[in-house]
């Protein structure tokens, strides 16, 4: 220990004479590009909005997973082309294993669930909150990393299940004072998609890559659609059969595209039917138009606007029973979504309703000499087993200069250890709401 300790000692000493009184020459304190810090006041407002996410889950009676943030890379290796897995975090580790930063968190449910295996009780409703990953390159200058709510269902073939997860996603939106004039739900179904390639005789394996360039037809021109789509083999003719059916404007229409026995309008019709039961019908809208740019959809799609049209989606969801087999695992009905940290809080400012929780305490507890330390320090134990938030302070001050200290923590209370009082077993109290002072036995302090 002292061996290293001297190496150490040289390496500043010397380093101290390069850079003057300083240690050593300044590290780069900004965190890895792409990545943000969370100072205490970034924190408060990340613990409120997980608090919310969470609150909600539970609500809806979800159990809380987690599962590491690398992932081996074979978990994400898709070949549809999607941005999410064209963007993997992805490396070599020591031991030569193809790892990666987890871009979703989906895959990682559908590990587990495998894993569990028979032990599963079906149906099964998880939620999760976690830190998501991708690679970008500099020129985009996007964030690199964020967190993803995602709530899902294990086990249930029906709409029933996007239905209660689109009644969590309003119930979210309502608990932090958003409305139906804020916010739509647009919902679709990738059945349509899959019924008019069938009709115009696309193959089936290259079903998951349509729906993914489709994905694109908002963030780019149409003719660079059709250049992807042709890449892959679809022939312009069904393109505009294809970008056709996302123009319907209800499932009314839907149901004569693609006849009355169609799978997609008897599911988006059930939904509907449901969304009416919530009473959150209103937040919903039919929107062919939405695919969503997962690979592994295979149902009902749905992703959170806001009306004004400003902002990327907020959340997005849908159905995907092809997961576990993809796996290799024995097929299981699943859906379910994600909810990112970014986009939100973007809306919520934009609303004016985004929370500022405050760093605020109890009560201060202050000795008024250092003899009274320890009694001091005994009072802060006894407030905080009856579980008060106490700050003690913790270095000699004056009476000053602890009531501005209490003032700006904004706090309730200043329980100053004075001796005289202490000699009779009492603490000063000043309620700094009330404005009033008494003399308080230490057996009565915590209220
Ligand atoms: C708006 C935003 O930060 N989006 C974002 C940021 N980081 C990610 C990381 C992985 C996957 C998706 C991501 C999405």
């Given at each position: 220990k002292s061996e290293s300790r001297s190496s150490a000692g040289k390496i500043a000493e010397s380093a101290g004479k390069a850079s003057g009184s300083r240690g050593s020459a300044m590290i780069d304190t900004q965190p890895p590009r792409g990545t943000r810090d969370f100072f205490p006041e970034d924190m408060r407002l990340r613990n409120w909005l997980f608090g919310e996410f969470a609150a909600v889950s539970q609500g809806f009676g979800f159990e809380q997973f987690d599962a590491p943030v690398l992932e081996s890379e074979e978990l994400f290796v898709r070949k549809a082309g999607e941005e999410i897995t064209e963007q993997l975090y992805n490396f070599e580790d020591k031991g030569q294993r193809r790892v990666a930063l987890r871009p979703e968190l989906t895959p990682s449910l559908a590990r587990l669930v495998l894993q569990k295996g028979k032990a599963m009780q079906l149906p099964a409703k998880w939620f999760a909150i976690g830190q998501c990953w991708r690679y970008e390159r500099m020129t985009r200058g996007r964030r690199r990393e964020h967190y993803q709510w995602n709530m899902d269902v294990v086990g249930v073939p029906g709409v029933e299940a996007e239905a209660e997860l689109l009644a969590a996603i309003v119930a979210f939106f309502e608990r932090v004072g958003l409305t139906a004039e804020d916010v739509v739900l647009k919902v679709s179904n990738r059945k349509v998609l899959q019924a008019?390639?069938?009709?115009?005789?696309?193959?089936?394996?290259?079903?998951?890559?349509?729906?993914?360039?489709?994905?694109?037809?908002?963030?780019?021109?149409?003719?660079?659609?059709?250049?992807?789509?042709?890449?892959?083999?679809?022939?312009?003719?069904?393109?505009?059969?294809?970008?056709?059916?996302?123009?319907?404007?209800?499932?009314?229409?839907?149901?004569?595209?693609?006849?009355?026995?169609?799978?997609?309008?008897?599911?988006?019709?059930?939904?509907?039917?449901?969304?009416?039961?919530?009473?959150?019908?209103?937040?919903?809208?039919?929107?062919?138009?939405?695919?969503?740019?997962?690979?592994?959809?295979?149902?009902?799609?749905?992703?959170?606007?806001?009306?004004?049209?400003?902002?990327?989606?907020?959340?997005?969801?849908g159905r995907y029973d092809r997961l576990l087999?993809?796996?290799?695992?024995?097929?299981?009905?699943?859906?379910?979504?994600?909810?990112?940290?970014?986009?939100?809080?973007?809306?919520?400012?934009?609303?004016?309703?985004?929370?500022?929780?405050?760093?605020?305490?109890?009560?201060?507890?202050?000795?008024?000499?250092?003899?009274?330390?320890?009694?001091?320090?005994?009072?802060?134990?006894?407030?905080?087993?009856?579980?008060?938030?106490?700050?003690?302070?913790?270095?000699?001050?004056?009476?000053?200069?602890?009531?501005?200290?209490?003032?700006?923590?904004?706090?309730?209370?200043?329980?100053?250890?004075?001796?005289?009082?202490?000699?009779?077993?009492?603490?000063?109290?000043?309620?700094?709401?009330?404005?009033?002072?008494?003399?308080?036995?230490v057996a009565e302090l915590a209220p």
């Open positions: 008019v390639c069938a009709r115009y005789g696309v193959p089936d394996e290259s079903f998951a890559r349509v729906c993914v360039i489709v994905d694109k037809l908002d963030k780019m021109p149409r003719e660079k659609v059709e250049e992807e789509l042709a890449a892959i083999g679809v022939p312009p003719a069904t393109v505009d059969g294809v970008l056709g059916a996302l123009g319907l404007r209800s499932v009314e229409e839907l149901g004569a595209l693609l006849g009355p026995e169609s799978e997609a309008v008897a599911e988006l019709g059930r939904l509907f039917e449901l969304a009416e039961g919530y009473g959150y019908k209103d937040w919903l809208s039919f929107d062919p138009s939405v695919v969503r740019g997962l690979a592994y959809y295979t149902g009902t799609v749905f992703e959170g606007r806001d009306r004004a049209g400003k902002l990327r989606a907020i959340c997005g969801g087999a993809a796996f290799g695992g024995e097929a299981q009905p699943m859906a379910g979504f994600g909810f990112g940290d970014a986009v939100i809080v973007e809306l919520l400012k934009d609303k004016g309703i985004l929370p500022a929780p405050a760093h605020t305490v109890d009560d201060v507890v202050v000795p008024l000499d250092a003899a009274l330390r320890p009694a001091a320090s005994g009072i802060a134990t006894r407030l905080r087993r009856a579980g008060r938030r106490v700050d003690l302070v913790l270095e000699a001050k004056k009476m000053k200069w602890a009531f501005k200290h209490a003032e700006k923590l904004g706090a309730k209370r200043l329980l100053l250890v004075g001796a005289s009082e202490w000699e009779r077993g009492c603490v000063v109290v000043k309620d700094l709401a009330a404005f009033e002072q008494k003399e308080v036995p």
